[in-house]
């Protein structure tokens, strides 16, 4: 599915080229104080807080014959207007509205294509008098914005939203379907069985495995089709490991790199199983991987092999649970099962578990989904004023997935303390049955660009 378009259209030398770089994250377009460095129409991906869209860079709009070189240059920008989801219009704060700004809003006016208008250069107060002059304009209310220092991306984010949006409704990515591989990697200490269990599901001896600790030094991956309970065929890219041990005990220099090589894996996957030696329970190393995982935005299950000559079960498995609620603050009920990589039980529910809990990593929530569950949220507990500053959150939304990620927009709300951030996390775990994978939660509080006061 193609991405949203985003056309950066203004007179020359208002910031466009500066804008453009900002929003890719490289230096794409040459920047020069001198008008009319750019010419042609430049494209580039870009990201806005998780928003994702395609970005145009134009030629300064010049009122100019269309037969000579700036003529031709407005031609190119006003197809990008017509290609486009939506445009920002630009204009210089410091310099205020000119006539040639005139010009272009009554064309953006007549094409009835949506338009975004900010005032770039507006840090510090020389841009005030520029900001109030663009509000006559007849495109809304401007955006204050700094494309030099990237002041007023919040509001630049909540004015791009109901247009680059991706509908809820509309197919996903092809990595994002549902019938995509998943990427599921085997992590572990040495000698846990990873290599074993991969040869079980498998069905074939590909990895080698012995008595031996350490035997796999790279990341294997293996392309495999599980038969689920159903009776199809559902594709799996199986990620074997090297072990990872304390980092006091890695000294080779070949080992050091197969731990590298590990962490680059557990990059790659979607689904992280962490497999333990059922004979040996659960260590302080097991934690320290488990964290990594989750810290890098993973779904995280946790597997006990060798369950087949474990001694005393029961209590094993309550014991590993406690420790596991106790070790994982972060996330609580983390997928906890049983194997045996020797008889193969339970490793059909394991691969279940795993399709599970990709599909709640993946899971986007509408924003009128999110809002409703909000407002509820914040009657039941309404949040703090620290100092005596009340906190007005505004709205939520979704701005990515896999791991599901929110904005939370509003005043002051950059003050909100972290048990209260806790408090709506675990609320949209239990409202939207993300279960325990990783959700992330950021505040956007937007600067006002008339306050005096900045810094303090």
Same mark, same amino acid.
């Given at each position: 599915?193609p991405?949203?378009?985003?056309a950066?259209?203004g007179?020359?030398?208002?910031g466009?080229s500066?804008?453009?770089?900002r929003l890719?994250g490289?230096?794409?377009?040459?920047v020069?104080?001198?008008?009319?460095?750019?010419?042609?129409?430049?494209e580039g991906?870009?990201n806005l807080?998780g928003l994702?869209f395609?970005?145009?860079?134009?030629a300064?709009?010049?009122?100019?014959d269309?037969?000579?070189?700036?003529?031709?240059m407005?031609?190119?920008?006003?197809a990008a207007?017509?290609?486009?989801?939506?445009s920002?219009f630009?204009i210089d704060?410091?310099?205020?509205?000119?006539?040639?700004?005139?010009e272009?809003?009554?064309?953006?006016?007549?094409?009835?294509?949506?338009?975004?208008?900010?005032?770039?250069?507006?840090e510090?107060?020389?841009?005030?008098?520029?900001?109030?002059?663009?509000?006559?304009?007849?495109l809304?209310?401007p955006?204050?914005?700094? @494309?030099?220092?990237?002041?007023?991306v919040? =509001? /630049?984010f909540e +004015?791009l939203l109901?247009?680059v $949006?991706?509908?809820?409704e509309?197919?996903?990515?092809?990595?994002?379907?549902?019938?995509?591989?998943?990427?599921?990697?085997?992590v572990?200490?040495?000698?846990?069985?990873?290599?074993?269990?991969?040869?079980r599901?498998?069905?074939?001896?590909?990895?080698i495995t012995?008595?031996e600790?350490?035997?796999t030094?790279?990341?294997?991956?293996?392309?495999?089709?599980w038969?689920?309970?159903?009776?199809?065929?559902?594709k799996?890219?199986l990620?074997?490991?090297?072990g990872?041990r304390k980092?006091?005990?890695?000294?080779e220099?070949?080992?050091?790199?197969?731990?590298?090589?590990?962490l680059r894996?557990?990059?790659f996957?979607?689904v992280?199983v962490l497999?333990l030696? @059922?004979?040996?329970g659960?260590?302080?190393? =097991? /934690?320290?991987i +488990?964290?990594?995982?989750?810290? $890098?935005?993973?779904?995280?299950?946790?597997?006990?092999?060798?369950w087949?000559?474990?001694?005393e079960?029961?209590?094993?498995?309550?014991?590993?649970k406690?420790a596991l609620?106790?070790g994982?603050?972060?996330?609580?009920?983390v997928?906890?099962l049983?194997?045996?990589?020797?008889t193969?039980?339970g490793?059909?529910t394991m691969?279940?578990?795993?399709?599970?809990?990709r599909d709640a990593?993946?899971r986007?929530?509408?924003t009128?989904?999110?809002?409703?569950?909000?407002?509820?949220?914040?009657?039941?507990?309404?949040?703090?004023a620290?100092?005596?500053?009340r906190?007005?959150?505004?709205?939520v939304?979704?701005?990515?997935?896999?791991?599901p990620?929110?904005?939370?927009?509003?005043?002051r709300?950059d003050l909100?303390?972290?048990?209260?951030q806790?408090?709506?996390i675990?609320g949209?775990?239990?409202?939207?049955?993300?279960g325990?994978?990783?959700?992330r939660?950021s505040?956007?509080?937007?600067?006002n660009?008339?306050?005096?006061?900045?810094?303090?």
């Open positions: 599915m991405l949203p378009t985003v950066i259209i007179r020359p030398n208002v466009k500066t804008l453009f770089n890719v490289k230096r794409l377009a040459l020069d104080d001198q008008p009319g460095v750019t010419r042609d129409r430049r991906e870009a807080l994702e395609r970005v145009m860079d134009t300064g709009y010049e009122d100019e269309a037969a000579t070189l700036p003529g031709r407005r031609a190119q920008t006003e207007v017509r290609e486009a989801d939506v920002l630009l704060a410091r310099a205020g509205v000119t006539p040639l700004d005139e272009i809003a009554r064309w953006l006016r007549s094409t009835d294509r949506p338009v975004v208008l900010m005032a770039n250069k507006a510090g107060r020389a841009g005030e008098s520029g900001i109030l002059e663009a509000m006559a304009l007849g809304g209310d955006i204050p914005f700094s @494309a030099e220092h990237g002041e007023g919040v =509001d /630049l +004015a109901p247009h $949006e991706r509908d809820e509309e197919a996903p990515e092809d990595d994002e379907s549902p019938d995509a591989p998943l990427k599921l990697a085997i572990g200490r040495p000698n846990a069985g990873k290599s074993t269990l991969v040869n599901l498998l069905g074939e001896e590909r990895m012995g008595p600790a350490g035997i030094r790279d990341s294997i991956s293996v392309d495999w089709e038969e689920d309970f159903e009776g199809g065929m559902r799996v890219r990620i074997d490991t090297a990872l980092k006091a005990r890695v000294e220099k070949l080992e050091k790199l197969s731990v590298m090589d590990t894996a557990i990059d996957a979607e992280v497999l030696d @059922a004979t040996r659960l260590e302080v190393q =097991d /934690l320290k +488990a964290d990594r995982v989750l810290q $890098e935005g993973r779904a995280l299950i946790i597997v006990m092999n060798k087949d000559v474990a001694e079960a029961s209590s094993l498995f309550n014991g590993v406690k609620d106790e994982l603050a972060q996330v609580k009920g997928p906890l049983t194997v045996s990589a020797v193969g039980k490793l059909d691969m279940k578990v795993a399709f599970e809990t990593w993946s986007r929530v509408s009128g989904q999110l809002n409703r569950w909000f407002e509820r949220a914040l009657e039941a507990n309404p949040p703090p620290p100092g005596g500053k906190i007005k959150p505004r709205y939304t979704q701005n990515k997935s896999r791991p990620s929110f904005v939370l927009f509003g005043t709300v909100l303390p972290v048990s209260y806790r408090y709506l675990n949209l775990r239990k409202e939207f049955d993300f325990a994978v990783p959700v939660l505040l956007r509080a937007p600067r660009p008339f306050d005096r006061d900045k810094g303090k």
